[in-house]
């Protein structure tokens, strides 16, 4: 299955809620289902529903495909503590998650472009791979080639207006963050019911 390319808003309309690292929107102008129907549309949701609905909103939010997301939860369940806790810590680990939100993308796939096209650095080396887990203590910063493009620099001044997490530290100046803290379930931006999550893989792992 490919990487989802549609239009985003459509995703959030159908899964109820603003995903921020998918679209800038702050709020659904129309919030009901996309279709013709869609806003007289009032069928019961069951169980299976409900569970699938917010696995999509994890796999969505962080740009993450089912076979990847499959792969993410069985390594969740294989650490110490909740499964729920660690499934959401390594995927706000990911680096593409960790460069949208030091500020230096507006959204995640912005900035799994900017990965990918060899504008960040780890501890100093380039790394190309959105999907790089970013480790406490580790540095992520902007390629001393690329920090004077205009759309570096207007991400470093919308920047300084961002509300980072807890767990990174940045300093917009040299355009350097850091992982201080491993991240947490709080630290995840919308609300997400993370036992709907490991119920809908209970069978399949």
């Known amino acids: 299955m490919a990487r989802y390319r549609g ?6 309309r ?10 800038t929107k702050s709020t659904l102008v129309r919030p009901y289902p996309p279709g013709m129907h869609g806003a ?3 069928t019961r949701r069951s169980d299976y529903k409900d569970r699938l609905s917010e696995k999509q909103k994890l796999r969505f ?15 969740a369940a294989r650490q110490k503590g909740p499964t729920g806790a660690n499934l959401l810590s390594l995927l706000e680990s990911r680096l593409d998650n960790v460069v949208w939100r030091l500020g230096l993308a507006r959204t995640i796939p912005a900035a ?5 096209h060899g504008h960040i650095y780890v501890n100093g080396s380039r790394v190309d791979r959105p999907s790089y887990r970013i480790s406490v203590g580790d540095e992520v910063s ?11 620099q207007n ?4 920047s300084a207006t961002r509300v980072r997490p807890q767990y990174l530290e940045f300093d917009p100046a040299k355009a350097i963050g850091k992982m201080v803290t491993r991240p947490e379930a709080a630290d995840v931006p919308f609300e997400i019911d993370t036992q709907q999550v490991i119920e809908y893989y209970s069978q399949q792992l």
Not at 14 to 23: A, D, E, N, V
């Open 7 to 12: 239009p985003r808003i459509k995703v959030c």
């Open 14 to 23: 159908s899964l109820g809620i603003i995903l921020p690292g998918l679209t």
């Open 40 to 42: 007289r549309r009032r």
């Open 61 to 75: 939010h962080f740009g993450v495909l089912e076979k990847q997301f499959k792969r993410y939860v069985a390594e």
């Open 112 to 116: 799994r472009q900017l990965v990918v």
């Open 142 to 152: 902007v390629s001393a080639k690329s920090i004077q493009k205009e759309f570096i």
């Open 155 to 158: 991400a470093l001044g919308e």
